[in-house]
């Protein structure tokens, strides 16, 4: 009687999961443009200021992997509104934190309340939708919002701070958060592996220290360059987590069966995500540079410049849940990486006034291309995995999100901060030795010694940065567009060529550990309440 209700109900359900999606997503995001607010309000230092931004994505890194599994044992229902009650929590206190401290405090609960709901989501998706092509489609709706919720947030932010006092962009999450609290109790099915082994608790802190410190190395290079610290707690972080491994082959029961990856077409879909991210992420940051350094645009103004990615991402996704049934997921990813590769090449001839119609046109091939990359590998992924597994198989592909978003923002930005040093090593007419130093630091500190300087000098040092931080944009465009369309040809030549059902088998080399798919029904082995 349930399953059967819970099978009339599964699109509703899907509403539900998108919604709860959609508001983790666009958190990520939404404080990059409360920030100058935040320093006047609450006056952080430096270092407070960087905590409060990247504790969030640093708990959600780290604990993507460990919730997945957890709520494989504990119930995903379970999971997911646990999820919801935290992050409702640390919303309210974000919202009327009275410092600092609190703030950050705040943060990292809502990172906890996000590494529950997001692995909830894809893994109840993964046992409600029991037929392939649906969960297909299911998938793509999945991936469209997911890419909304970050590009929106900016949007989102903006509307709310000419409006409101800073703490409205946490406080939006409360009335969401508690419609989706009371939809899930109601008409999500529970689901949890019928017998789970003993979860293990010493590869969970392995998987979570050894992620945290990976990401903040990530992080921390990408602003800071390789310094010490970005090079020591980058290696902890790998050491950590070449312990996991070995202790995943070791262990009688592991913290997930690494037989996953012996998968050729998990192992891409994985690869996918990342690459997919990669993409999107420092493409995001360089563009809201130009606009906000270059060309004066308000956050406001910089958010909505990016809905036309939005509206592609909601296109190229639900595409893909008609061209992987009938062509694979091997066309499906390379149709989705070239886009993403093709768009960079379109930067190529940026300059300071270039017209934001040829930006348009590369949004719009980074949103279709990430909503095509990201819904087929999402499908392999989830397809690939056996029912029982599925929190830990949406552990790690939500984990490979965090990596290539971090991966983009600090090798992106790392290359084009590089470049752009090397463009404004010269010298201008009028401007001193010491404030040509400074302004070499980022095109953010040029705009700010070029206000300083009178006159001509001044307008002169301000011409020179943006050409510099063109040029640095579009050299690392041409570098990024090159690395996706040589990423495109290795998946013509290593992604099995797969259609239809034949895409929904996993090898022979993991047989014995991955359930075959599409059987009738996949979920028959999840309990439901």
């Not at 060529?497 to 996949?522: F, H, M, Q, W, Y």
């Amino acid at each position: 009687m349930e399953s059967a209700r819970s099978a009339a109900n599964r699109w509703t359900v899907l509403g539900i999961l998108s919604l709860s999606l959609l508001v983790v997503a666009l958190d990520l995001t939404v404080l990059n443009v409360a920030l100058p607010t935040l320093s006047t309000e609450l006056e952080p230092s430096s270092v407070q200021l960087l905590w409060i931004v990247d504790i969030y994505s640093l708990a959600v890194a780290g604990l993507l992997i460990s919730a997945g599994t957890l709520g494989d044992r504990l119930g995903r229902k379970r999971f997911l509104c646990l999820g919801f009650l935290i992050f409702g929590l640390g919303s309210a206190a974000a919202a009327w934190a009275s410092g600092p401290e609190t703030l950050i405090a705040a943060r990292a609960l809502l990172g906890v309340g996000a590494a529950l709901i997001m692995p909830s989501t894809l893994s109840i998706i993964r046992n409600v939708f029991t037929d392939r092509r649906e969960r297909t489609v299911a998938l793509a709706v999945w991936a469209s919002v997911s890419a909304a919720g970050a590009a929106i947030g900016p949007v989102v932010g903006g509307f709310l701070l000419e409006h409101f006092w800073w703490g409205s962009v946490f406080l939006i999450n409360l009335p969401i958060m508690a419609i989706a609290l009371i939809a899930a109790v109601l008409l999500v099915p529970e689901s949890r592996h019928p017998n789970p082994p003993r979860w293990d608790a010493f590869g969970a802190l392995l998987s979570v220290t050894g992620l945290i410190a990976l990401v903040y190395s990530i992080q921390h290079g990408g602003s800071k360059g390789l310094d010490a610290q970005t090079i020591g707690i980058g290696a902890l972080g790998l050491l950590l987590l070449a312990g996991l491994i070995v202790r995943l082959v070791r262990t009688p029961e592991p913290l997930f069966d690494l037989a996953l990856f012996k998968s050729r077409a998990f192992s891409v879909g994985v690869a996918s995500v990342v690459l997919a991210m990669f993409g999107m992420g420092g493409l995001m940051l360089l563009l809201t540079q130009h606009w906000q350094f270059i060309g004066g645009a308000s956050p406001l103004e910089s958010g909505l410049r990016l809905l036309p990615l939005v509206f592609a991402t909601m296109i190229g996704a639900p595409i893909m849940s008609f061209v992987v049934p009938r062509y694979g997921t091997r066309y499906a990813m390379m149709i989705g990486m070239g886009l993403i590769g093709a768009a960079f090449f379109v930067l190529l001839n940026v300059q300071p006034d270039t017209e934001y119609w040829v930006f348009a046109i590369a949004l719009v091939g980074i949103g279709a291309g990430s909503g095509c990359a990201m819904t087929a590998a999402s499908d392999v992924i989830m397809s690939t995995a056996p029912a029982d597994s599925a929190g830990a198989a949406a552990g790690i592909e939500e984990t490979s999100y965090e990596l290539g978003n971090g991966l983009s923002v600090a090798i992106m930005g790392s290359v084009a901060s590089a470049l752009f040093r090397r463009e404004m090593d010269t010298t201008v007419p009028g401007v001193d030795d010491r404030s040509m130093e400074a302004s070499r630091e980022s095109i953010g500190d040029s705009i700010v010694v070029a206000g300083t300087l009178p006159g001509d000098a001044g307008r002169a040092l301000k011409r020179q940065a943006d050409q510099s931080f063109s040029d640095a944009f579009a050299l690392t465009s041409l570098c990024t567009g090159i690395m996706l369309v040589l990423v495109t040809v290795a998946i013509y030549f290593y992604v099995p060529r797969s259609t239809g059902r034949a895409d929904s088998k996993p090898d022979s080399d993991s047989a014995g550990k991955l359930e075959k798919l599409d059987p009738a029904p996949d979920n028959a082995h999840s309990e439901h309440s």
